[in-house]
């Protein structure tokens, strides 16, 4: 998509979403867990730069706000990067390339839950978190018949009800 620009808070979150990914592909077809932390006064003040409000709301930039709930833009971002990463540092076997690919991925399902939020305990450095969780969905028939279940209009990059759209956008 010409023009299309990341998340920049999703690019902080790089290094997060393919660790997790790595595990994820390790164990396909089963959930893996994480713990994604609150962003920290340095990113908070790097999405303020930008006019993003780190610790805000969910933000889905799909019509009607539909979709995954991630519970909190911190937490969107961290999705948007682990979709990142799937989509154009794929690998073979069980881990990422080490190089950005030129082609998306098309197959293998990803699904990614964000969890509630957990305050720390007491203390000048107490950080809360979310649990995370991502399950590389296993292919093969199950794959197949998914795909063929789903309307054309809903596969990527064809857009459907959940393509992201720039005018909802809290980024350029």
């Known amino acids: 998509m010409p023009g299309a620009t ?7 979150l790089d290094g997060a979403a393919r660790k997790i ?4 592909y390790a164990q396909r077809g089963q959930w893996v867990t994480a713990r994604l932390a609150d962003p920290n006064l340095k990113q908070i003040a790097y999405g303020r730069e930008r006019g993003i409000d780190a610790t805000g709301p969910d933000n889905p930039s799909v019509a009607g706000g539909r979709g995954l709930n991630a519970r909190s833009r911190w937490g969107r971002a961290f ?8 989509r ?16 998306y991925r098309t197959r293998g399902p990803l699904r990614v839950e964000i969890g509630r939020h957990v305050t720390a305990g007491a ?50």
């Not at 990914?21 to 994820?24: F, K, N």
């Not at 154009?88 to 082609?103: A, D, E, F, K, V």
């Open 6 to 12: 990341r998340d920049p808070l999703s690019e902080l």
């Open 21 to 24: 990914l790595e595990r994820a």
């Open 79 to 86: 999705v948007r990067a682990v979709y990142w990463n799937h």
């Open 88 to 103: 154009n540092w794929y690998g073979t076997g069980n881990r990422l390339s080490n190089r950005y690919q030129n082609t």
């Open 123 to 172: 203390g000048r450095h107490a950080v809360g978190s979310r649990a995370v969780r991502v399950q590389l969905a296993r292919g093969g028939e199950a794959l197949e018949r998914a795909e063929r279940r789903a309307p054309r209009s809903h596969w990527w990059p064809d857009g459907g009800p959940r393509a992201s759209q720039r005018d909802l956008r809290d980024w350029e």
